[in-house]
Protein backbone atom coordinates (compact mmCIF):
# COMPACT_ATOMS: atom_id res chain seq x y z
CA UNK A 1 0.00 0.00 0.00
CA UNK A 2 1.33 3.19 -0.83
CA UNK A 3 2.98 5.07 2.22
CA UNK A 4 0.76 7.91 1.50
CA UNK A 5 -1.74 9.26 -0.58
CA UNK A 6 -2.87 12.96 -0.95
CA UNK A 7 -5.82 13.89 -3.11
CA UNK A 8 -5.13 17.81 -4.67
CA UNK A 9 -8.09 20.44 -5.87
CA UNK A 10 -7.04 21.82 -8.95
CA UNK A 11 -9.52 25.05 -9.97
CA UNK A 12 -7.08 26.75 -12.29
CA UNK A 13 -5.17 28.80 -9.52
CA UNK A 14 -2.03 28.55 -8.42
CA UNK A 15 -1.39 25.52 -6.12
CA UNK A 16 -1.77 25.82 -2.18
CA UNK A 17 1.73 25.37 0.09
CA UNK A 18 0.41 21.99 0.97
CA UNK A 19 -0.31 21.01 -2.18
CA UNK A 20 3.12 21.61 -3.67
CA UNK A 21 4.57 20.10 -0.60
CA UNK A 22 2.45 16.98 -1.43
CA UNK A 23 3.31 16.84 -5.57
CA UNK A 24 7.64 17.44 -4.57
CA UNK A 25 7.72 14.84 -2.56
CA UNK A 26 5.49 12.76 -4.94
CA UNK A 27 6.52 9.44 -6.45
CA UNK A 28 3.46 9.15 -8.27
CA UNK A 29 0.60 11.05 -10.00
CA UNK A 30 -2.26 10.42 -11.17
CA UNK A 31 -4.57 12.99 -12.79
CA UNK A 32 -6.27 13.92 -16.03
CA UNK A 33 -4.08 14.73 -19.17
CA UNK A 34 -4.30 18.93 -18.05
CA UNK A 35 -3.26 17.99 -14.43
CA UNK A 36 0.12 15.43 -15.38
CA UNK A 37 0.74 18.92 -17.54
CA UNK A 38 1.12 21.00 -14.75
CA UNK A 39 5.14 21.81 -14.21
CA UNK A 40 4.51 21.67 -10.50
CA UNK A 41 4.52 17.54 -11.18
CA UNK A 42 7.84 16.26 -10.65
CA UNK A 43 9.43 14.34 -13.85
CA UNK A 44 10.81 11.72 -12.17
CA UNK A 45 7.06 10.11 -10.96
CA UNK A 46 5.34 7.75 -12.18
CA UNK A 47 2.55 9.28 -14.13
CA UNK A 48 -1.21 7.26 -14.27
CA UNK A 49 -3.60 8.89 -16.70
CA UNK A 50 -7.21 8.80 -14.88
CA UNK A 51 -9.55 6.79 -16.88
CA UNK A 52 -11.13 4.14 -14.22
CA UNK A 53 -10.50 5.61 -10.82
CA UNK A 54 -11.29 2.19 -9.54
CA UNK A 55 -7.87 0.92 -11.76
CA UNK A 56 -6.25 3.92 -10.87
CA UNK A 57 -7.04 3.01 -7.17
CA UNK A 58 -5.35 -0.99 -7.54
CA UNK A 59 -2.06 0.99 -8.94
CA UNK A 60 -2.27 3.18 -6.34
CA UNK A 61 -2.66 0.57 -3.48
CA UNK A 62 -0.03 -1.08 -4.81
CA UNK A 63 2.26 1.52 -4.98
CA UNK A 64 5.15 1.87 -2.32
CA UNK A 65 6.06 5.75 -2.11
CA UNK A 66 3.73 8.92 -2.03
CA UNK A 67 1.31 9.20 -4.40
CA UNK A 68 -0.88 12.34 -5.33
CA UNK A 69 -4.02 12.41 -7.08
CA UNK A 70 -4.96 15.40 -8.72
CA UNK A 71 -8.70 16.12 -9.59
CA UNK A 72 -10.55 19.22 -10.34
CA UNK A 73 -12.02 21.49 -7.98
CA UNK A 74 -13.18 19.45 -4.40
CA UNK A 75 -12.53 16.00 -5.05
CA UNK A 76 -14.99 15.20 -1.80
CA UNK A 77 -17.69 16.79 -3.86
CA UNK A 78 -18.79 14.26 -6.19
CA UNK A 79 -14.94 13.49 -6.35
CA UNK A 80 -12.68 10.55 -6.65
CA UNK A 81 -12.35 10.63 -2.87
CA UNK A 82 -14.96 8.32 -2.25
CA UNK A 83 -14.05 5.60 -4.97
CA UNK A 84 -10.27 6.08 -3.11
CA UNK A 85 -11.83 5.53 0.32
CA UNK A 86 -13.69 2.41 -0.90
CA UNK A 87 -13.29 -0.88 0.88
CA UNK A 88 -11.56 -2.68 -1.70
CA UNK A 89 -8.91 0.52 -1.76
CA UNK A 90 -8.63 0.94 1.61
CA UNK A 91 -6.80 4.35 1.13
CA UNK A 92 -6.20 7.08 3.78
CA UNK A 93 -6.29 9.82 2.17
CA UNK A 94 -5.31 13.28 3.04
CA UNK A 95 -7.40 15.97 1.02
CA UNK A 96 -6.11 19.61 -0.33
CA UNK A 97 -9.11 21.25 -1.76
CA UNK A 98 -9.90 23.97 -4.26
CA UNK A 99 -13.05 25.76 -5.13
CA UNK A 100 -15.66 23.26 -6.60
CA UNK A 101 -17.42 23.71 -9.85
CA UNK A 102 -20.43 24.19 -8.35
CA UNK A 103 -18.98 27.18 -6.20
CA UNK A 104 -17.55 28.33 -9.03
CA UNK A 105 -20.38 28.98 -11.00
CA UNK A 106 -22.52 30.16 -8.78
CA UNK A 107 -19.51 32.76 -8.05
CA UNK A 108 -19.70 33.66 -11.61
CA UNK A 109 -23.46 33.85 -11.91
CA UNK A 110 -23.23 35.73 -8.73
CA UNK A 111 -25.84 33.73 -6.93
CA UNK A 112 -26.53 32.21 -3.45
CA UNK A 113 -26.02 28.54 -3.95
CA UNK A 114 -27.42 26.93 -0.08
CA UNK A 115 -30.76 26.48 -1.68
CA UNK A 116 -29.77 24.91 -4.46
CA UNK A 117 -30.72 21.00 -5.80
CA UNK A 118 -27.24 19.40 -7.51
CA UNK A 119 -27.01 16.80 -9.49
CA UNK A 120 -24.47 14.92 -11.64
CA UNK A 121 -26.00 14.06 -15.48
CA UNK A 122 -24.32 10.81 -17.37
CA UNK A 123 -26.14 9.39 -20.42
CA UNK A 124 -27.97 6.98 -17.91
CA UNK A 125 -29.07 9.04 -15.10
CA UNK A 126 -29.91 12.11 -17.53
CA UNK A 127 -33.81 11.80 -17.19
CA UNK A 128 -33.51 11.70 -13.31
CA UNK A 129 -31.68 15.24 -13.47
CA UNK A 130 -33.79 17.11 -15.93
CA UNK A 131 -36.81 15.35 -13.88
CA UNK A 132 -34.96 17.32 -10.23
CA UNK A 133 -34.79 20.21 -12.75
CA UNK A 134 -38.83 20.20 -13.09
CA UNK A 135 -38.93 19.49 -9.84
CA UNK A 136 -36.67 22.65 -7.87
CA UNK A 137 -36.24 26.56 -8.68
CA UNK A 138 -32.43 26.02 -8.34
CA UNK A 139 -30.70 22.88 -9.46
CA UNK A 140 -26.63 22.50 -10.40
CA UNK A 141 -26.03 20.16 -13.06
CA UNK A 142 -22.37 18.57 -13.37
CA UNK A 143 -23.17 17.46 -17.02
CA UNK A 144 -20.67 14.92 -18.62
CA UNK A 145 -20.29 14.16 -22.54
CA UNK A 146 -24.00 12.78 -23.81
CA UNK A 147 -25.50 14.64 -20.91
CA UNK A 148 -24.88 18.20 -21.40
CA UNK A 149 -26.77 21.72 -21.73
CA UNK A 150 -28.55 20.82 -25.01
CA UNK A 151 -29.56 17.19 -23.81
CA UNK A 152 -30.66 18.95 -20.79
CA UNK A 153 -33.20 21.49 -22.53
CA UNK A 154 -34.60 18.57 -25.09
CA UNK A 155 -35.83 17.10 -22.32
CA UNK A 156 -36.96 19.66 -20.54
CA UNK A 157 -39.12 20.56 -23.95
CA UNK A 158 -42.36 22.66 -23.07
CA UNK A 159 -40.67 23.64 -19.10
CA UNK A 160 -39.58 27.22 -19.58
CA UNK A 161 -36.08 27.43 -17.50
CA UNK A 162 -33.33 29.59 -17.87
CA UNK A 163 -30.07 28.25 -17.95
CA UNK A 164 -26.40 29.73 -16.77
CA UNK A 165 -23.40 27.62 -18.02
CA UNK A 166 -20.40 27.78 -17.22
CA UNK A 167 -17.55 25.81 -19.50
CA UNK A 168 -14.30 24.88 -18.87
CA UNK A 169 -14.40 26.81 -15.36
CA UNK A 170 -11.13 28.39 -13.95
CA UNK A 171 -9.11 28.15 -17.67
CA UNK A 172 -8.22 30.51 -20.26
CA UNK A 173 -11.26 29.33 -22.08
CA UNK A 174 -13.96 30.06 -19.46
CA UNK A 175 -16.98 30.75 -20.75
CA UNK A 176 -20.15 31.85 -18.82
CA UNK A 177 -23.70 32.41 -21.22
CA UNK A 178 -27.21 32.94 -20.20
CA UNK A 179 -30.08 31.11 -21.92
CA UNK A 180 -33.36 30.22 -22.11
CA UNK A 181 -33.90 26.52 -22.25
CA UNK A 182 -35.50 26.77 -25.68
CA UNK A 183 -32.51 27.84 -26.74
CA UNK A 184 -29.82 26.11 -25.78
CA UNK A 185 -30.17 23.28 -28.25
CA UNK A 186 -28.81 25.81 -30.84
CA UNK A 187 -25.59 25.71 -30.06
CA UNK A 188 -22.48 23.25 -29.61
CA UNK A 189 -21.13 23.75 -25.39
CA UNK A 190 -17.74 22.11 -24.34
CA UNK A 191 -16.17 19.96 -21.44
CA UNK A 192 -16.57 19.98 -18.86
CA UNK A 193 -19.26 22.56 -17.92
CA UNK A 194 -21.28 22.92 -15.12
CA UNK A 195 -24.90 24.27 -15.86
CA UNK A 196 -27.18 26.18 -13.48
CA UNK A 197 -30.94 25.76 -13.98
CA UNK A 198 -33.22 28.25 -12.58
CA UNK A 199 -37.26 27.95 -12.87
CA UNK A 200 -39.93 26.53 -11.82
CA UNK A 201 -40.88 28.93 -8.60
CA UNK A 202 -40.03 32.39 -7.22
CA UNK A 203 -36.83 33.49 -6.12
CA UNK A 204 -36.48 32.55 -2.32
CA UNK A 205 -35.63 36.08 -0.58
CA UNK A 206 -35.62 34.92 3.22
CA UNK A 207 -32.64 34.67 5.26
CA UNK A 208 -31.48 32.68 8.35
CA UNK A 209 -31.03 29.39 5.74
CA UNK A 210 -30.40 26.45 7.96
CA UNK A 211 -30.68 23.61 5.98
CA UNK A 212 -28.53 23.02 2.49
CA UNK A 213 -30.77 21.99 -0.98
CA UNK A 214 -33.82 23.87 0.66
CA UNK A 215 -35.61 26.94 0.78
CA UNK A 216 -34.68 29.40 3.06
CA UNK A 217 -37.60 29.28 4.92
CA UNK A 218 -38.19 25.73 4.84
CA UNK A 219 -40.06 23.77 6.43
CA UNK A 220 -43.12 26.09 4.90
CA UNK A 221 -46.80 26.07 4.36
CA UNK A 222 -49.56 23.38 6.07
CA UNK A 223 -47.57 20.37 7.92
CA UNK A 224 -48.50 17.17 6.83
CA UNK A 225 -49.91 15.20 3.51
CA UNK A 226 -53.29 13.61 2.37
CA UNK A 227 -55.00 17.10 3.61
CA UNK A 228 -58.60 17.69 3.94
CA UNK A 229 -60.52 18.89 0.39
CA UNK A 230 -60.78 22.66 2.33
CA UNK A 231 -56.75 22.98 2.20
CA UNK A 232 -57.30 23.14 -1.85
CA UNK A 233 -60.47 25.32 -2.02
CA UNK A 234 -58.45 28.60 -2.34
CA UNK A 235 -57.16 27.34 -5.24
CA UNK A 236 -60.73 27.49 -6.90
CA UNK A 237 -62.26 24.19 -6.07
CA UNK A 238 -65.51 25.17 -4.41
CA UNK A 239 -67.35 22.38 -3.45
CA UNK A 240 -66.44 19.08 -2.36
CA UNK A 241 -68.14 17.89 -5.52
CA UNK A 242 -65.08 20.05 -7.55
CA UNK A 243 -62.02 18.12 -6.11
CA UNK A 244 -63.38 14.79 -8.23
CA UNK A 245 -64.64 11.99 -7.76
CA UNK A 246 -62.36 9.81 -6.05
CA UNK A 247 -60.03 12.46 -4.10
CA UNK A 248 -60.79 12.34 -0.76
CA UNK A 249 -58.06 12.19 2.04
CA UNK A 250 -57.79 8.99 2.54
CA UNK A 251 -57.70 7.56 -0.80
CA UNK A 252 -55.52 9.74 -1.59
CA UNK A 253 -52.94 9.16 1.15
CA UNK A 254 -53.18 5.72 0.14
CA UNK A 255 -52.17 6.45 -3.28
CA UNK A 256 -49.29 8.47 -2.20
CA UNK A 257 -48.38 5.87 -0.08
CA UNK A 258 -48.66 3.05 -3.08
CA UNK A 259 -46.74 5.41 -5.51
CA UNK A 260 -43.64 6.90 -3.45
CA UNK A 261 -43.09 9.60 -5.28
CA UNK A 262 -39.64 10.91 -4.42
CA UNK A 263 -36.48 13.45 -5.65
CA UNK A 264 -35.95 12.44 -9.75
CA UNK A 265 -39.26 10.81 -10.16
CA UNK A 266 -41.65 12.21 -12.64
CA UNK A 267 -45.75 11.69 -11.49
CA UNK A 268 -48.29 11.61 -13.87
CA UNK A 269 -51.45 12.76 -12.26
CA UNK A 270 -54.34 11.73 -14.89
CA UNK A 271 -57.55 13.64 -14.19
CA UNK A 272 -55.92 15.96 -11.73
CA UNK A 273 -59.35 17.59 -10.57
CA UNK A 274 -58.82 19.90 -8.12
CA UNK A 275 -54.81 19.21 -8.53
CA UNK A 276 -54.67 17.80 -4.39
CA UNK A 277 -52.78 14.55 -5.42
CA UNK A 278 -50.42 16.96 -8.14
CA UNK A 279 -49.36 18.88 -5.18
CA UNK A 280 -48.84 17.03 -2.65
CA UNK A 281 -46.64 14.28 -4.90
CA UNK A 282 -44.73 17.58 -5.74
CA UNK A 283 -44.47 18.51 -2.09
CA UNK A 284 -42.13 15.65 -1.68
CA UNK A 285 -39.86 16.11 -4.16
CA UNK A 286 -41.06 14.70 -7.43
CA UNK A 287 -41.68 16.38 -10.81
CA UNK A 288 -45.33 16.29 -11.63
CA UNK A 289 -47.23 16.32 -14.88
CA UNK A 290 -50.89 16.77 -14.44
CA UNK A 291 -53.45 16.04 -17.10
CA UNK A 292 -57.30 16.83 -17.12
CA UNK A 293 -59.77 16.99 -19.93
CA UNK A 294 -61.28 20.05 -18.15
CA UNK A 295 -60.01 23.37 -18.57
CA UNK A 296 -61.86 24.50 -14.72
CA UNK A 297 -59.60 21.40 -13.39
CA UNK A 298 -56.18 22.55 -15.07
CA UNK A 299 -56.99 26.14 -13.97
CA UNK A 300 -57.59 24.83 -10.24
CA UNK A 301 -54.56 22.50 -10.44
CA UNK A 302 -52.20 25.35 -11.80
CA UNK A 303 -53.69 27.60 -8.46
CA UNK A 304 -53.10 24.85 -6.18
CA UNK A 305 -49.45 24.55 -7.41
CA UNK A 306 -49.07 28.31 -6.91
CA UNK A 307 -51.01 28.28 -3.21
CA UNK A 308 -48.58 25.58 -2.24
CA UNK A 309 -45.55 27.35 -3.85
CA UNK A 310 -44.51 24.14 -5.95
CA UNK A 311 -43.84 23.48 -9.62
CA UNK A 312 -46.67 21.05 -11.56
CA UNK A 313 -47.01 21.22 -15.35
CA UNK A 314 -50.71 21.10 -16.45
CA UNK A 315 -51.26 19.75 -19.81
CA UNK A 316 -55.11 19.96 -20.92
CA UNK A 317 -56.29 16.92 -22.38
CA UNK A 318 -58.10 13.63 -23.34
CA UNK A 319 -56.15 10.37 -22.10
CA UNK A 320 -55.02 8.23 -23.76
CA UNK A 321 -54.60 10.03 -27.17
CA UNK A 322 -52.89 13.27 -25.25
CA UNK A 323 -50.22 10.78 -23.40
CA UNK A 324 -48.35 9.51 -26.48
CA UNK A 325 -46.52 12.71 -26.76
CA UNK A 326 -45.71 13.26 -22.57
CA UNK A 327 -41.82 12.12 -21.09
CA UNK A 328 -41.46 8.53 -19.16
CA UNK A 329 -43.33 8.30 -16.26
CA UNK A 330 -42.33 6.61 -13.22
CA UNK A 331 -44.95 6.45 -11.09
CA UNK A 332 -48.89 7.16 -12.30
CA UNK A 333 -51.91 8.02 -10.97
CA UNK A 334 -55.26 7.23 -13.01
CA UNK A 335 -58.14 9.23 -12.09
CA UNK A 336 -60.32 7.56 -14.50
CA UNK A 337 -60.54 6.62 -18.25
CA UNK A 338 -61.17 3.14 -17.57
CA UNK A 339 -59.57 -0.03 -19.11
CA UNK A 340 -58.05 2.21 -22.19
CA UNK A 341 -56.40 4.65 -19.74
CA UNK A 342 -55.00 1.88 -17.60
CA UNK A 343 -53.75 -0.08 -20.79
CA UNK A 344 -51.90 3.02 -22.70
CA UNK A 345 -50.42 4.01 -19.72
CA UNK A 346 -48.93 0.21 -18.93
CA UNK A 347 -47.47 0.29 -22.24
CA UNK A 348 -45.15 3.13 -21.20
CA UNK A 349 -44.02 0.42 -18.55
CA UNK A 350 -44.10 2.84 -14.96
CA UNK A 351 -42.88 1.39 -12.05
CA UNK A 352 -45.83 1.83 -10.12
CA UNK A 353 -49.71 2.57 -11.09
CA UNK A 354 -52.62 3.16 -8.69
CA UNK A 355 -56.16 3.64 -9.64
CA UNK A 356 -59.57 3.41 -8.15
CA UNK A 357 -62.85 1.92 -8.94
CA UNK A 358 -66.46 2.40 -7.56
CA UNK A 359 -67.79 -1.10 -8.59
CA UNK A 360 -66.24 -5.03 -7.81
CA UNK A 361 -66.77 -5.23 -11.53
CA UNK A 362 -64.88 -2.31 -12.88
CA UNK A 363 -62.25 -3.25 -9.85
CA UNK A 364 -62.26 -6.39 -11.94
CA UNK A 365 -61.42 -5.00 -15.51
CA UNK A 366 -58.70 -2.22 -14.47
CA UNK A 367 -56.98 -5.11 -12.30
CA UNK A 368 -56.82 -7.16 -15.24
CA UNK A 369 -55.64 -4.86 -17.34
CA UNK A 370 -52.87 -4.55 -15.40
CA UNK A 371 -52.16 -7.76 -14.81
CA UNK A 372 -52.49 -8.73 -18.69
CA UNK A 373 -49.71 -6.05 -19.00
CA UNK A 374 -47.17 -7.15 -16.57
CA UNK A 375 -48.05 -5.81 -12.95
CA UNK A 376 -48.63 -7.45 -10.00
CA UNK A 377 -51.98 -6.24 -8.67
CA UNK A 378 -53.41 -5.37 -5.40
CA UNK A 379 -56.56 -4.37 -4.29
CA UNK A 380 -58.10 -2.86 -1.54
CA UNK A 381 -61.86 -2.00 -0.27
CA UNK A 382 -61.31 1.29 1.25
CA UNK A 383 -64.32 2.43 3.35
CA UNK A 384 -64.11 5.80 5.69
CA UNK A 385 -67.12 7.73 7.69
CA UNK A 386 -66.02 11.71 8.40
CA UNK A 387 -68.14 12.46 11.81
CA UNK A 388 -69.16 15.63 12.83
CA UNK A 389 -67.13 15.91 16.47
CA UNK A 390 -69.83 18.42 17.84
CA UNK A 391 -72.52 16.13 17.74
CA UNK A 392 -70.28 12.83 16.79
CA UNK A 393 -72.62 11.87 14.24
CA UNK A 394 -71.86 10.99 10.49
CA UNK A 395 -71.34 13.52 7.91
CA UNK A 396 -70.09 11.56 5.07
CA UNK A 397 -69.07 8.00 3.94
CA UNK A 398 -66.60 7.11 0.81
CA UNK A 399 -66.34 3.49 -0.71
CA UNK A 400 -63.70 2.76 -2.69
CA UNK A 401 -62.06 0.00 -4.46
CA UNK A 402 -58.02 1.05 -4.39
CA UNK A 403 -56.13 -0.65 -6.97
CA UNK A 404 -52.43 -0.78 -7.48
CA UNK A 405 -49.78 -2.42 -9.36
CA UNK A 406 -46.10 -2.97 -9.67
CA UNK A 407 -44.15 -3.77 -12.60
CA UNK A 408 -43.23 -7.12 -12.54
CA UNK A 409 -39.99 -7.67 -13.06
CA UNK A 410 -39.53 -5.04 -10.28
CA UNK A 411 -42.23 -6.90 -7.61
CA UNK A 412 -40.49 -8.13 -4.45
Known amino acids: MADRVTVIGWDGSP??????AALSAATLVAGAAHHLALPEVPERAERIRLGSVDLAGRRIAAHRGSAVVLADGDPGF???????????HGLEVEVVPAVSPVAAAFARAGMPWDDAQIVVAHPRTLRRAVNVCRAHHKVAVLTSPGAGPAEL???????????VICEELGTDREQVTVLTSDRVADHSWRDPNVVIVIGGGPETT????????????????????ALPADAYRDGGADTVGETGEGEFPGLRAAQLARLGPRTGDLVWDIGSGSGALAVEAARFGAAVLAVDSDPEACARTTAAARTFGVPV??????????????PEPDVVRIGGGGVPVVTAVADRRPE??????????????LGGALAANGYRVDCALLQTVELDTSAWSERERSVVFLLSGVRSDLAP
Open 313 to 326: QVVQGRAPHVLERL
Open 206 to 225: ATGAWIAGRDPAYPRGVRGW
Open 15 to 20: LSRAAN
Open 352 to 365: RIVTHASTRDEAEA
Open 78 to 88: FGVVRTLRAPE
Open 153 to 163: ALLLDGVHRTF
